[in-house]
């Protein structure tokens, strides 16, 4: 099953907001079977242009938006790391590490958008065969 953070706090902030899924896809110009599969976790995390479109139909503050970018981030990360043939006891700490960020100050949320930077920018050198 695919990394759900993103469509967990998506689903939530959509209903809290009283909007109903297929007026969210409507609005976004995405499929509402699209959307039902990334909020109940059966499609892997969108990629930021699907997250742009989806956001504004909520008309939640930027604080919230960014929370929201971030976590999809962090499912997109999740799916690339679980579809590497990384050591299960990896696996284990890396996803109770990253399932842990709901409640993220904005410092916190900082010091992770650097952090998945530097991941990304390892894997990257690892892809290239560098060290």
């Given amino acids: 099953m695919a990394s759900m953070l993103f469509g967990n706090a998506f689903n939530v902030t959509r ?11 409507r609005l976004a110009g995405i499929d509402a079977s699209y959307l039902a599969s990334i909020e ?12 742009d479109k989806l956001l504004p139909t909520l008309n939640v503050d930027e604080p919230l938006r960014q929370k ?10 999740l799916d690339v790391v679980e579809g590497q043939a990384a ?10 590490l990253l399932r842990q960020v709901a409640d993220f100050n904005e410092g916190e949320w900082n010091s992770l ?15 290239e065969g560098e060290p």
């Fill in 15 to 25: 209903v809290r907001m009283q909007k109903r899924q297929g007026e969210v896809a």
């Fill in 40 to 51: 109940c976790g059966r499609r892997k995390a969108p990629n930021r242009e699907v997250v």
């Fill in 68 to 77: 929201l970018r971030s976590l999809a981030v962090i499912d997109r990360m």
């Fill in 87 to 96: 050591d299960e006891l990896t696996m284990a700490r890396l996803n109770k």
């Fill in 113 to 127: 958008e650097c952090a998945l930077a530097a991941l990304t920018n390892q894997c990257l050198r690892r892809k």
